[in-house]
């Protein structure tokens, strides 16, 4: 497997428009996280999904963030509008499952930044 | 709430051992992590620990774990220049849903 895939690596855009970021989990892995980090609060969780289903949002900074999980091998987080406070780098990680099996496996990340 | 704290920077001397600390605040965490990220790169996962352990060795890693004070050390011996990345400390239990928190994240730097 070619472990989690996020795209794009790098993403600029101008505040006020939307931004869609995009994971692909490793296969079988029932978890799937998404996590932001900024130098101010570190690794922050966004929100989780268990087999497709969000389980916890309250990471969500504000309305402006949805993230969607339509089948068990693709995720989207999206920010609409986007401002310069959402500039961040933005990991998707992924999770076979609870306990000692909980290991996340992360993404390489997505660069964002909101001039 | 759950909380997880560590230092910010540490600087060692290659050869010599590196230790990272971190207190946590959530007594019912199972799991403990330790989480690197190189520059540029996602994190990925170094060792990890379970509540009713107090020590784990792996090669040159050692974890210690202080149950009563929350407190969670990594100990790196004979650190190398390869050693130089981030270091997150990270719980969770499994009471419920699987849910990872991280610290901050101690930078850990190793010059000659």
């Known amino acids: 497997d070619a472990g989690v895939i996020q795209s794009p690596r790098h993403e600029v855009t101008e505040m006020g428009q939307e931004v869609t970021l995009r994971c692909k989990p490793i296969s079988g892995h029932d978890y799937l996280f998404w996590y932001r980090q900024t130098m101010m609060r570190g690794l922050e969780l966004l929100i989780y999904f268990n087999n497709n289903v969000p389980i916890d949002d309250s990471g969500m900074p504000e309305d402006r963030f949805s993230a969607k999980m339509p089948n068990a091998s693709f995720s989207t987080l999206k920010i609409q509008p986007s401002e310069p406070r959402d500039s961040a780098v933005y990991f998707c990680?992924?999770?076979?499952?609870?306990?000692?099996?909980?290991?996340?496996?992360f993404g390489q990340g997505t660069r964002l930044t909101v001039v | 709430g759950e909380d997880v704290e560590q230092s910010l920077f540490l600087s060692v001397r290659e050869g010599d051992s590196s230790v990272i600390n971190c207190t946590y605040t959530d007594s019912s965490s199972t799991y403990l992590y330790w989480y690197k990220q190189e520059p540029g790169a996602g994190l990925q996962l170094l060792t990890y620990i379970f509540s009713n352990m107090d020590m784990k060795q792996d090669q040159r890693l050692t974890v210690l774990l202080n149950k009563k004070d929350k407190h969670l050390s990594l100990r790196i011996a004979d650190t190398q220049t390869g050693d130089s990345a981030i270091y997150f400390c990270a719980e969770s239990n499994s009471g419920g849903y699987n849910k990872l928190i991280f610290g901050a994240g101690t930078r850990l730097a190793v010059h000659p």
């Open positions: 990680a992924s999770s076979p499952g609870q306990g000692w099996n909980a290991e996340a496996f």
